[in-house]
């Protein structure tokens, strides 16, 4: 969205702001399981209600993941430009694609557990056991599908084009 605008320089101190938001990411992350392990060892039940206070932590993350994913991005797009020809600079989006499918995907299981969305299941079924099913699916299908260019480009031989620089007689 901020195409248009002129590109900021590249500075080591704001690449190393940008930098630090996935650290953050990886960080509440580890966090987001580190709570969500304490209240399964406490024996809590959760509420189901997506609003509740034991679900804000989940919620906490929309923030914090879209900053990061925003950074990452940007950190990407660095890394294309100063890697013209690289057949691997693909590599880091197919990453950061699975991370968004993948968290997405909790959240959004989350989100109809939580809202009631999800209520036309059989009778010998609970919601539970169809939500795990259904995000096993499709975590089986994102990972094979998305997956598979991403070995196919990781053991391919990496090839760099020679950057040639246009220099005049007076340089």
Do not use: W
Request: hydrophobic share 50%.
């Amino acid at each position: 969205c901020l195409i248009p605008c002129r590109k900021p320089l590249v500075t080591l101190s704001r690449l190393s702001v940008v930098s630090f938001m996935p650290g953050l990411l990886f960080c509440f992350k580890v966090s987001i399981l580190a709570i969500d392990v304490t209240l399964l060892l406490f024996g809590h039940t959760f509420s189901g209600n997506f609003f509740a206070y034991d679900n804000l932590h989940n919620i906490a993350s929309f923030p914090v993941g879209l900053l990061s994913i925003y950074c990452y991005n940007m950190i990407m797009s660095i890394v294309s430009e100063c890697l013209p020809g690289n057949t691997q600079k693909f590599l880091g989006f197919i990453l950061l694609i699975l991370f968004i499918l993948f968290d997405c995907l909790r959240l959004f299981f989350i989100f109809l557990t939580g809202t009631g969305m999800l209520t036309c299941v059989p009778p010998f079924l609970s919601q539970d056991l169809v939500s795990h099913i259904l995000k096993n699916v499709i975590k089986a299908f994102l990972a094979t599908f998305i997956g598979l260019p991403f070995l196919k480009i990781a053991s391919g031989k990496t090839e760099l084009n020679s950057v040639y620089i246009n220099k005049t007689p007076y340089d």
